[in-house]
């Protein structure tokens, strides 16, 4: 977990990077919110680590939580639709996977 400006560099040197957030993002952590405000949409992927990535007080994390990491992040950078938004960061699991 690094400040988006590293993040933003590698990616301001065309090198084909993804970043993954999980529920950070609802932690209020900074540096994670700062990156999925600056990055590009392009290079942004979601996660939970479910069952391990818990918020304070949870004992684990179940796999469904993953919508409200997108409905977190979306909310983060003002997205106007949220399905488009989910449709793009499925593209960019899809261009990882099978590029």
Request: with cysteine; hydrophobic share 40%.
């Amino acid at each position: 977990m690094g400040p988006a400006r590293e993040a933003l560099s590698l990616c301001n040197h065309q090198i084909n990077a993804f970043f993954s957030f999980g529920k950070q993002l609802m932690n209020n952590n900074k540096k994670a919110i700062d990156c999925v405000k600056s990055l590009p949409i392009k290079n942004l992927l979601l996660e939970t680590d479910a069952p391990f990535q818990t918020l304070k007080g949870e004992v684990n994390t179940l796999p469904q939580e993953i919508l409200d990491v997108y409905k977190e992040a979306a909310k983060i950078r003002e997205e106007k639709s949220f399905d488009a938004f989910c449709v793009t960061l499925e593209e960019n699991m899809c261009s990882l996977l099978y590029e």
